[in-house]
């Protein structure tokens, strides 16, 4: 299964039909480009270890026509399996800076910084990879220097959204841009391959820029105190909270490895804009309690966390007291919903104040993704001949190929990983083409994972 040069293929080996580990194949003139390279962590009552990915060997099987791996974003289910699969793809890795820095430090765990050949790609630059024309586009996301893709071959124009919002504050880095998805439009694309997520949403993603007040109130209202959860890669939601801890006097620190580590890649590649500083953990301690802010990893319930050990009450800087205030500037992510109820009941024990996003009127968090008036405003901008919704389950593809049927787009291709997406010179797709499946990481070793397919 070769393509051949007038042929554009798309095939998806993870993230299409399910929500993390994406994997992306596009194929031309005999050669493949992978997008994204991506882990999932299996829920409680799912088999297999906790961290999975998708099984590449369709593509490691050919690894010789791979012409390099793109990452667009550094959430864990674009870049999470990189370092665990690399071995098996040997091709070059091509991102932005700071995606760069946070796979550097990937790498260097397991041992490979000296051999993968990284190549940092600047924001809105084009380069040819192999057959492959490559646009890199700036889009708003929930963490730094987030790019979409234009995929150009002769034959077709493929958009790669990527994971997007349309974000006309989003505090750090460039604000969404109309004209450059107006001009795409006018230039003409073959198939727009799409952020599902929040399908099924309506009306438009919040922007990152409006929950300053939100936090602020909740923060200056606070008698003793406060410990803010959020994802340590929302690096604008660290600008905002450095900002709310410096305008209500109190002095901020980060709790939990993610976040410092993620905080120290965005200061070395240079998207850490505010000069801002976070004091040391260890000197939470000394300060009276309204002067503290802290900002910890753990959102989810996750065992070890910072959020974790505060409420076990084990951590080494910080103990809770009943007047102080615990904020969850985060969701719940499904799956994780029994965990982060262990949690909230453990934290209710300890008599702090918990306030989480869903209670309140005003925004103190925004997802990342497009919610269906985002999506059509985009569509009707790129107005590509075919829309391929991606990054979802069933039902949020169906939505938004439901989306884009509705706004003109002529014709939708729904389908799932390991189906081959033809785009030229026919389009169709041939379905379960490729060998496709998951990866489990058990201790330091990649096994296969049995999916129960049929039963829940
Ligand atoms: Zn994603
Ligand atoms: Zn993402």
Same mark, same amino acid.
């Given at each position: 299964m070769t393509p051949g040069e007038g042929d554009v293929w798309f095939l998806p080996l993870g993230g299409t039909g399910e929500i993390g580990m994406n994997l992306n194949l596009y194929g031309h003139n005999g050669r493949w480009l992978m997008v994204d390279c991506g882990i999932t962590f299996a829920g409680e009552h799912e088999p297999g270890p906790h961290i999975q990915m998708p099984d590449p060997r369709f593509i490691a099987s050919r690894r010789a026509e791979l012409s390099a791996l793109i990452i667009t974003h550094a959430h864990e289910d674009h870049i999470g399996a990189v370092a665990h699969l690399w071995r098996q793809l040997r091709c070059p890795v091509y991102t932005t800076a700071f995606a760069a820095e946070i796979l550097r430090r990937k790498l260097a765990e397991a041992g490979l910084l000296s051999r993968v050949p990284l190549h940092i790609v600047a924001p809105g630059t084009r380069h040819q990879l192999d057959v492959f024309d490559v646009d890199w586009v700036s889009i708003t996301h929930s963490t730094p220097q987030t790019q979409a893709l234009v995929i150009r071959t002769p034959p077709a124009t493929i958009f790669h959204t990527a994971d997007w919002k349309i974000d006309s504050q989003p505090v750090v880095g460039e604000a969404f841009h109309p004209p450059r998805f107006h001009a795409l439009g006018q230039e003409g694309v073959t198939a727009m391959v799409c952020d599902s997520t929040n399908a099924m949403e309506e009306g438009h993603s919040v922007s990152e820029g409006e929950l300053y007040q939100g936090l602020f109130d909740l923060v200056n209202q606070a008698p003793a105190r406060v410990v803010v959860a959020c994802? $340590?890669? &929302? *690096? @604008? =939601? !660290?600008?905002t909270l450095s900002r709310v801890a %410096?305008?209500? /006097? =109190?002095? @901020?620190?980060l709790l939990g490895r993610s976040l410092q580590n993620f905080h120290s890649a965005a200061v070395a590649a240079s998207v850490w804009e505010s000069g801002r500083r976070f004091i040391n953990p260890a000197d939470l301690g000394y300060l009276p309690p309204q002067e503290v802010l802290a900002i910890a990893t753990g959102s989810q319930g996750e065992p070890r966390a910072a959020l974790d050990r505060l409420a076990s009450d084990t951590h080494p800087h910080l103990n809770l007291r009943p007047d102080d205030t615990v904020i969850f500037s985060s969701r719940v992510i499904p799956g994780n919903e029994h965990a982060v109820q262990r949690l909230t009941r453990r934290l209710q024990r300890? $008599? *702090?104040? !918990?306030?989480?996003? %869903? %209670? !309140? &009127?005003? +925004?103190?968090?925004?997802? /990342?993704? +497009? /919610?269906?008036?985002? !999506? %059509?405003q985009l569509y009707q901008w790129v107005r590509p001949e075919v829309a391929i919704p991606v990054h979802g389950e069933a039902a949020h593809m169906r939505a938004n190929a439901k989306i884009a049927q509705r706004v003109g787009v002529p014709r939708q291709m729904v389908g799932t990983n390991g189906d081959l997406f033809m785009l030229a010179p026919q389009r169709g797709i041939r379905r379960q083409a490729a060998a496709n499946g998951r990866l489990g990481l058990d201790k330091n070793n990649l096994v296969q994972v049995h999916l129960n397919l049929g039963s829940t």
């Open positions: 994802f $340590g890669s &929302n *690096v @604008a =939601r !660290l600008h %410096e305008d209500t /006097g =109190r002095y @901020a620190a300890l $008599g *702090v104040k !918990l306030i989480s996003a %869903e %209670e !309140l &009127n005003i +925004p103190i968090h925004a997802s /990342g993704h +497009p /919610g269906a008036d985002d !999506l %059509e």
